[in-house]
């Protein structure tokens, strides 16, 4: 897989191409509608209620009407995007994301906006990282975490164009485009970003840029790492990721999120049962504390020199 690592020292807010891509498929087809919770300037929607006032619909701070809102616009036959931050999005909402939108297959998408610890200073309460966990044991939910802008545009072309429901986790942290501009996104597809043999390190969103980097660490220590970035949570890429079990023994797996429930877990339960090999899940083992973002991600152990140390210990 190609990677743009010119644009490396840019770093990008993910909602900017969610927000960009949006418009561009709104102007194509009237049926695209969006849903906020008083969200409209963190979702970046200021500009797309500006050219169609009528096509978005606020609900004020109520995201249980939020989903069951938009799961009746899917049932009239239009195409929204319920927009709000995850942590309140699938905390506040389970239950109509279970019955409104995984069991009815009401064709919503739902995009939880500064997802993980983007909301870093306002703490646990605000903090995203149970998302993936609650929303990954619904049947009929696919799941996708972008890791940079270019991967985000695809990803709202796929499920804008796709007849499924679906959970989009982006980000507010900004992020490098490691993407080249003839990517294309597939579900139930894992990019493989570096190859290696020794140890394979599979972030999602926001860490893979932290795995390229540690993977480059460890390569001047003789290391070499495998890079994958998980994107599709929901479906996997069974095939890929058992590759990697079986070809480097070793599997690290770095995300912005709780260590039970989410990507890593995902990918355990996958390798346990038809690959099982050496495994350290790298993420949030309680509540983060309250802190800029990227010093939690740090203090979590996914600095890059945490994700080296990890890997070390892994093959030892």
Known sequence: MSTATESQVTLHDCRDAFAATLEQLARADE????????SVGSSKLGSFRKQWPERLVNVGIAEQSLV?????????????????????LTGRALEQIKADIAYSQANVKLCGISSGVAYGQLGPTHHSI?????????????IFVPVDDVETAQVIRYVADSDRPAFVRLSRMGVPTLMSEDYQFRPGQAPVLRQGHDITLIGCGVTVCRALEAAEQLA??????????????APLDRDTLLSAARETGHLLTIEE????????SAVAELVAQEAPCRMKLLGFESFAPTGAAGWLLDEAGMSVEGIVTSAHALLK
């Open 130 to 142: 149970e998302d993936l966990a609650w929303t990954r044991v619904l049947d009929g939910l696919e």
């Open 220 to 233: 001047q220590s003789g290391i070499e790492a495998r890079v994958i970035s998980c994107t599709s949570i």
């Open 68 to 88: 069951g809102v938009g799961a009746g616009l899917a049932n009239s036959g239009l195409i929204p995007f319920v927009c709000a931050a995850s942590c309140f």
């Open 257 to 264: 999120h709780s260590v039970r429930g989410g990507m890593g």
């Open 31 to 38: 049926r695209i509608v969006t849903v906020a919770n008083d």
